[in-house]
């Protein structure tokens, strides 16, 4: 086939679904131009998923009747200089696709003002434009309706957790501009709000609650990062939750790069490296960490959405960064949370057969840890916790399948506070965690009552499995996956742990147990529950020349 260009419908589709691939991506990119727009206000208001309607309203400088309707068409801007190359853009957005491809898959009304004595209404629908005058004050609202109602394959694969995702982007936003005054409202409903008092801990205390906010140190450290041979200043800024307070999961550490919030893994990794031996193993901390430094040194143009971006030199970026936050815990009230390792030089070989420990006989139990189990001419050795982890899973996911797991009533109830993103996933997903084990109701804003836990195996799960599992369920596309990581959480936390005493009973209550199940030699997380010596090994260690008799 000959080279030819491409019809402008074709053009809008490509361009459509590089920008728009669901209701999140639409309010982020209109959160985006709000505050370009030099905004101090931004209020979102979603129904249902966000695909009937959702609208932003700011009070940034508006546009004139001329801009507003140009600003509707493909590859137009205000936020880049005819003199400026893109490397040394400053704004979060500036390719002119947001508007005209929400247009080409949704109801586009756009009313602005930018300080005259009227406003512009440009209503985008069908593909037709229309522009009228309207009543508003300075500011811009842009008002999005029946989103995909012409890609329907598109609709279709839509999740149930859409509102979490719009959540998780307005509250970035409000944790990493602390200058704006942001709310979120679903359905009529408040969902949260910050007061724009340019306080990180006042973003927290309005995205989160009292307790984590309370637990919190705000930071401010500028430095100097040599790249190619040239000084570069480089400031970071933001609040770092203690680590008394931490989630299963890296959801919950916010970066923006020059106010732009990204995902990036590698600033991700630098601030929980920062933390060092403070956090306890398998937990993540909260922290906002707001990253300033030359545009030159950024390429944020790498991702069609704009989640990602690139720098010159990655690696000193996120060194200095990792020396910020570990500067500023180090000067923060904390309390140390120390490592033990233990290196065992032995000759344990994890055993590999077997089905069932009917003929093995508990002999003792060694540190308040290990069992310790005769089974014919083998010594094993079994880690009652990684044991008890296998069994409480096998038992948990058996339970998801079937009938409930066993609930322990709390009493008084306890009061857990989630993230407008966490709320939206409780609220979607409470068959779900009911069937887990918890019973829960809102008791007003983010704030929730809980009157019942899992309690597999008669032992009662920690009132912090709540946030781990309302995590696990919102992490991952796939709800089986994620339902997979909610229970391996969970069964660690009543699962026996190092100083439980055990008598002889309940230990081979606990072998029994184990032998019941599908995999007993490996826990959820894969660690070996079983350890064997053979009795040659002893022969050997003490010269007996092979025989017990010798």
Same mark, same amino acid.
């Given at each position: 086939?000959?080279?030819?260009?491409?019809?402008?419908?074709?053009?809008?589709?490509?361009?459509?679904?590089?920008?728009?691939?669901?209701?999140?991506?639409?309010?982020?990119e209109l959160v985006e131009n709000s505050?370009?727009?030099?905004?101090?206000?931004?209020?979102?208001?979603?129904?249902?998923?966000?695909?009937?309607?959702?609208?932003?309203?700011?009070?940034?400088?508006?546009?004139?009747?001329?801009?507003?309707?140009?600003?509707?068409?493909?590859?137009?801007?205000?936020?880049?200089?005819?003199?400026?190359?893109?490397?040394?853009?400053?704004?979060?957005?500036?390719?002119?696709?947001?508007?005209?491809?929400?247009?080409?898959?949704?109801?586009?009304?756009?009313?602005?003002?930018?300080?005259?004595?009227?406003?512009?209404?440009?209503?985008?629908?069908?593909?037709?434009?229309?522009?009228?005058?309207?009543?508003?004050?300075?500011?811009?609202?842009?008002?999005?309706?029946?989103?995909?109602?012409?890609?329907?394959?598109?609709h279709k694969s839509l999740s149930n957790?859409?509102?979490?995702?719009?959540?998780?982007?307005?509250?970035?936003?409000?944790?990493?501009?602390?200058?704006?005054?942001?709310?979120?409202?679903?359905?009529?409903?408040?969902?949260?709000?910050?007061?724009?008092?340019?306080?990180?801990?006042?973003?927290?205390?309005?995205?989160?609650?009292?307790?984590?906010?309370?637990?919190?140190t705000t930071f401010d450290h500028e430095?100097?990062?040599?790249?190619?041979?040239?000084?570069?200043?480089?400031?970071?800024?933001?609040?770092?939750?203690?680590?008394?307070?931490?989630?299963?999961?890296?959801?919950?550490?916010?970066?923006?790069?020059?106010?732009?919030?990204?995902?990036?893994?590698?600033?991700?990794?630098?601030?929980?490296?920062?933390?060092?031996?403070?956090?306890?193993?398998?937990?993540?901390?909260?922290?906002?960490?707001?990253?300033?430094?030359?545009?030159?040194?950024?390429?944020?143009?790498?991702?069609?959405?704009? !989640?990602?971006?690139?720098? /010159?030199?990655?690696?000193?970026? &996120?060194? %200095? *960064?990792? @020396?910020?936050?570990? #500067?500023? $815990? =180090?000067?923060?009230?904390?309390?140390?949370?120390?490592?033990?390792?233990?290196?065992?030089?032995?000759?344990?070989?994890?055993?590999?057969?077997?089905?069932?420990?009917?003929?093995?006989?508990?002999?003792?139990?060694?540190?308040?840890?290990?069992?310790?189990?005769?089974?014919?001419?083998?010594?094993?050795?079994?880690?009652?916790?990684?044991?008890?982890?296998?069994?409480?899973?096998?038992?948990?996911?058996?339970?998801?399948?079937?009938?409930?797991?066993?609930?322990?009533?709390? !009493?008084?109830?306890?009061? /857990?506070?989630?993230?407008?993103? &966490?709320? %939206? *996933?409780? @609220?979607?997903?409470? #068959?779900? $965690? =009911?069937?887990?084990?918890?019973?829960?109701?809102?008791?007003?804003?983010?704030?929730?009552?809980?009157?019942?836990?899992?309690?597999?195996?008669?032992?009662?799960?920690?009132?912090?499995?709540?946030?781990?599992?309302?995590?696990?369920?919102?992490?991952?596309?796939?709800?089986?996956?994620?339902?997979?990581?909610?229970?391996?959480?969970?069964?660690?936390?009543?699962?026996?742990?190092?100083?439980?005493?055990?008598?002889?009973?309940?230990?081979?209550?606990?072998?029994?147990?184990?032998?019941?199940?599908?995999?007993?030699?490996?826990?959820?997380?894969?660690?070996?529950?079983?350890?064997?010596?053979? #009795?040659?090994?002893?022969?050997?260690?003490?010269?007996?020349?092979?025989?017990?008799?010798?």
């Open positions: 086939m000959p080279v030819r260009r491409l019809p402008p419908e074709t053009v809008e589709r490509i361009a459509a679904g590089e920008v728009v691939t669901r209701p999140a991506s639409v309010v982020k505050l370009d727009a030099g905004a101090t206000s931004v209020t979102v208001d979603v129904d249902g998923d966000g695909t009937a309607r959702l609208r932003v309203a700011d009070d940034g400088h508006g546009m004139s009747e001329a801009d507003a309707e140009l600003a509707v068409d493909h590859h137009t801007t205000s936020k880049l200089a005819e003199h400026d190359g893109i490397e040394h853009v400053s704004t979060l957005g500036f390719r002119g696709e947001a508007l005209p491809s929400i247009a080409a898959v949704a109801t586009l009304d756009v009313t602005t003002n930018d300080g005259g004595p009227r406003g512009t209404r440009v209503l985008v629908e069908g593909g037709e434009t229309t522009v009228s005058p309207a009543g508003r004050a300075t500011g811009t609202t842009v008002e999005v309706r029946k989103l995909f109602h012409n890609r329907p394959a598109r957790t859409e509102f979490a995702r719009i959540s998780d982007v307005v509250s970035r936003y409000a944790l990493l501009r602390p200058d704006v005054r942001f709310k979120l409202r679903h359905d009529g409903r408040d969902v949260f709000s910050t007061p724009g008092s340019g306080n990180y801990t006042d973003a927290v205390l309005g995205v989160y609650d009292r307790t984590v906010a309370g637990q919190s430095t100097s990062v040599a790249i190619d041979g040239v000084d570069h200043s480089l400031r970071l800024e933001g609040v770092l939750v203690y680590p008394s307070v931490t989630r299963s999961r890296r959801d919950h550490v916010h970066v923006a790069v020059n106010g732009r919030t990204v995902g990036n893994a590698g600033l991700k990794r630098a601030i929980v490296s920062g933390y060092g031996t403070l956090l306890p193993s398998g937990r993540e901390p909260i922290a906002v960490a707001s990253v300033s430094l030359p545009p030159e040194l950024v390429d944020a143009n790498v991702h069609p959405s704009k !989640d990602e971006v690139a720098f /010159v030199d990655g690696d000193v970026v &996120e060194s %200095a *960064v990792e @020396d910020a936050v570990h #500067e500023a $815990l =180090t000067t923060a009230d904390l309390r140390q949370s120390g490592e033990v390792t233990m290196d065992l030089e032995t000759t344990l070989e994890r055993r590999e057969e077997g089905s069932s420990f009917d003929d093995v006989t508990v002999i003792g139990q060694f540190r308040e840890l290990y069992l310790l189990c005769e089974a014919d001419d083998d010594l094993l050795v079994v880690d009652q916790h990684a044991a008890h982890e296998r069994i409480n899973y096998e038992r948990l996911r058996a339970a998801l399948a079937g009938s409930a797991v066993e609930s322990a009533l709390v !009493d008084p109830p306890e009061t /857990v506070s989630l993230s407008p993103a &966490e709320a %939206a *996933v409780a @609220d979607d997903e409470r #068959e779900t $965690l =009911t069937r887990l084990g918890f019973e829960f109701s809102r008791f007003g804003g983010g704030t929730y009552r809980l009157t019942g836990l899992p309690a597999p195996l008669g032992r009662v799960a920690d009132v912090s499995t709540f946030h781990d599992a309302v995590d696990a369920l919102r992490a991952g596309d796939d709800p089986d996956d994620a339902r997979d990581e909610l229970l391996k959480d969970l069964a660690c936390h009543p699962s026996l742990k190092a100083g439980d005493v055990l008598d002889r009973e309940m230990a081979a209550d606990l072998l029994g147990r184990l032998g019941e199940c599908e995999q007993p030699f490996a826990c959820p997380h894969g660690r070996p529950t079983v350890l064997s010596i053979e #009795e040659q090994t002893f022969a050997t260690g003490f010269g007996r020349g092979g025989t017990r008799l010798d």
